[in-house]
């Protein structure tokens, strides 16, 4: 099957910076999308940013000019730069990928099981 596995979660004061990290695993074909979600306590589930295999990106206002999702095709990662943080940023952070685990196969999504972001004022 298909395991992503995030790192580089942390306790950070406002101001500072966490670079997540996502390495996807396993029978894997082809990945389209990878995405970042986050899920503060008592929240939905909300989707941070994506990005496409070929490189296009979207984030959500809340984090335009503060975060940036990256990746590298060859080595199956995504990314997230996240800069000047906020209390309100705090959250656990989930990697998302969309994959083929064959040629014939449906796209089918995965998750990680998520890294927990706390951003101290």
């Known amino acids: 099957q298909v395991q992503l596995v995030e790192s580089g979660g942390g306790s950070v004061q406002a101001g500072g910076s966490l670079r997540l990290s996502c390495a996807a695993s396993?029978?894997?074909?082809?990945?389209?999308?990878m995405a970042w979600y986050r899920q503060a306590p008592g929240q939905q589930r909300e989707l941070v940013a994506y990005?496409?295999?070929?490189?296009?990106?979207m984030h959500i206002e809340d984090v335009k000019g503060r975060f940036t999702i990256s990746r590298d095709n060859a080595k199956k990662m995504v990314y997230l730069q996240m800069n000047s943080l906020k209390p309100e940023d705090t959250a656990v952070y989930y990697c998302?990928?969309?994959?083929?685990?064959?040629?014939?196969?449906?796209?089918?999504?995965?998750w990680g099981q998520g890294t927990q972001v706390t951003v101290s004022s």
């Open positions: 990005i496409t295999n070929g490189g296009s990106t």
């Open positions: 998302n990928a969309i994959v083929k685990t064959t040629a014939w196969s449906r796209l089918d999504t995965y």
């Open positions: 396993g029978r894997i074909f082809s990945i389209t999308n």
